[in-house]
């Protein structure tokens, strides 16, 4: 289903983008609407908001008719070296649960341009509304503002801080600018999780090249391959095996 997205603010001119969430926004504050079928989806949260983003303002989960919706979805967090799993419960005093839903542990914070996996083990779909400001840090040239996301060396599991759609470089800006004839990402590679139907197939795997006509190689870097699409509220997987970090700056 065709979706769009919409910021609007004092110094942002409005415009529309097509993407696979709604986000409505008025001097820079707003919500994104992401479908949470049932199975696994990818999802990231676009926003801050004044609870410093934890679950209680992700997935809200207020008990109706004595049960939350959610009660039973499980969240998958990269840790950097596995996933912390906790269940949604809200017969919990905390309202979420450790993975096997026996004792409570708090809300994991979950921070605008970080990736993480919803199971909706529930009885229906459901959509998510995300609520707080778009992320800023401090006012660029010619911007309104710039945000930064921190790549180090090996595995993050990343997104836009940004709500906005589309290519990787040519819109979300994770560009690779080219240094005395070598791209600084050459060599990386960015796993965008395919999930059919709320079944995980595993990943697109794409490489870093700027050797390559689209700036992009398959999984073994041999032939050319088109930039990765995100979606709002979606995120990837980027595999840092350059020479240091990498500082990716998104301005608007």
Do not use: R
């Amino acid at each position: 289903m065709k979706k769009t997205l919409l910021i609007a603010a004092a110094a942002l001119a409005a415009g529309v983008i097509s993407s696979q969430a709604q986000v409505y926004s008025q001097n820079i504050v707003g919500y994104v609407n992401t479908p949470l079928i049932l199975g696994y989806s990818a999802v990231c949260n676009p926003l801050d908001n004044a609870n410093g983003n934890s679950l209680t303002n992700i997935i809200p989960n207020v008990p109706v008719g004595g049960a939350g919706p959610f009660d039973g979805a499980t969240v998958y967090i990269w840790t950097g070296a596995g996933y912390n799993i906790v269940t949604l419960d809200s017969g919990q005093p905390t309202g979420v649960g450790d993975a096997n839903d026996i004792n409570p542990v708090s809300s994991p914070v979950i921070n605008p341009g970080q990736l993480f996996y919803v199971n909706n083990n529930t009885a229906s779909a459901i959509t998510n509304t995300f609520v707080g400001t778009v992320h800023v840090e401090g006012v660029g040239s010619g911007a309104v503002g710039v945000t930064t996301n921190t790549l180090n060396i090996g595995y993050s599991f990343v997104s836009s801080k940004l709500p906005v759609a589309g290519g990787i470089a040519a819109v979300l800006g994770l560009t690779n600018t080219v240094v005395a004839g070598n791209g600084i990402l050459d060599g990386a590679t960015v796993y965008t999780p395919q999930i059919v139907g709320g079944a995980f197939l595993g990943y697109n795997i794409v490489t870093f090249d700027s050797g390559q006509p689209t700036g992009f190689g398959d999984a073994n870097d041999i032939n050319p391959v088109a930039e990765p699409v995100i979606p709002v509220g979606g995120g990837f997987i980027f595999n840092n095996n350059t020479a240091g970090v990498i500082k990716w700056v998104q301005s608007f």
